[in-house]
């Protein structure tokens, strides 16, 4: 996707329009689990050090903190509403706008990570590998290479429930006051692996809006060969952000890689 397209998808879509995706996050089920994270990754930042690349960046919810935590950072995302508001949590972090299947920041990081399952905007094997190339150039000799999966079992709960639809979010709209309810409906496509997480946006109880949000399933035997594939190592893997170990009930599939020797 293009810069320009990027800017023409934060102008239509809600979703990923940083002035609305704050407010969204905050407002859904997912806030207060999803912000444990967190501490895990202020622990990786001390145990790795700086200079840190994050991928994929956001609204700079991760590279904020650890940035204004005193760690040398950058974050790299495509859209720039996103980027706007990250730039309101910190000016000690280095934003940049970028594709990450296609940047060259001219330097090299201990630590590149890829948190909360964002990896899994990366669709085609294509863009796997285009992305992993970039994280390979710009990782420095020893460093190391940390994605976080959620583990995917929660799909054979939407192939059981198609069609049902689930709360998702509450927020006060900034440019009105109003009240917006989102609520969501999910289908898993198990050709593509995509999961289609579809939004619906609600204004006193009429519908305004709706957006399709799709997302790639990696398994975990999928990902760990596509990683080894691509010249990667992985030296731990954990289960969750207490550094648990990984089983078929964790919540998430953390692995940490570094680049492979040389044959």
Not at 8 to 15: A, M
Not at 229 to 237: E, G, M, P, R, S
Request: hydrophobic share 35%; glycine share 6%.
């Amino acid at each position: 996707m293009s810069h320009s397209e990027s800017t023409n998808q934060d102008n239509q879509n809600l979703f990923y329009n940083g002035c609305f995706y704050d407010l969204i996050f905050q407002g859904s089920y997912r806030h207060s689990v999803q912000s444990q994270d967190i501490g895990f990754w202020q622990s990786i930042a001390q145990v790795h050090g700086s200079p840190i690349l994050e991928l994929a960046c956001g609204t700079g919810r991760v590279t904020a903190d650890l940035a204004e935590g005193g760690f040398l950072c950058t974050g790299i995302d495509i859209s720039e509403s996103m980027l706007n508001a990250a730039r309101t949590k910190s000016q000690k972090a280095h934003w940049v706008q970028g594709d990450v299947r296609d940047f060259d920041l001219q330097t090299q990081f201990s630590l590149i990570i890829f948190p909360y399952d964002t990896f899994t905007h990366l669709h085609s094997l294509d863009d796997v590998r285009q992305c992993l190339s970039r994280v390979r150039q710009h990782l420095a000799p020893g460093g190391h290479f940390i994605v976080d999966f959620k583990n995917p079992y929660y799909i054979f709960d939407i192939l059981q429930n198609p069609d049902r639809i689930d709360p998702y979010s509450q927020l006060q709209d900034p440019q009105d006051g109003s009240l917006v309810t989102i609520k969501r409906r999910r289908q898993y496509h198990a050709w593509s692996q995509i999961h289609t997480m579809t939004l619906m946006f609600y204004r006193n109880g009429v519908q305004f809006a709706e957006e399709d949000l799709d997302l790639r399933i990696f398994w975990p035997q999928e990902i760990m060969t596509l990683l080894q594939a691509n010249h990667f190592q992985i030296v731990k893997t954990w289960g969750d952000y207490q550094s648990g170990s990984y089983s078929i009930n964790s919540s998430h599939l953390i692995l940490d890689c570094q680049v492979s020797p040389s044959p």
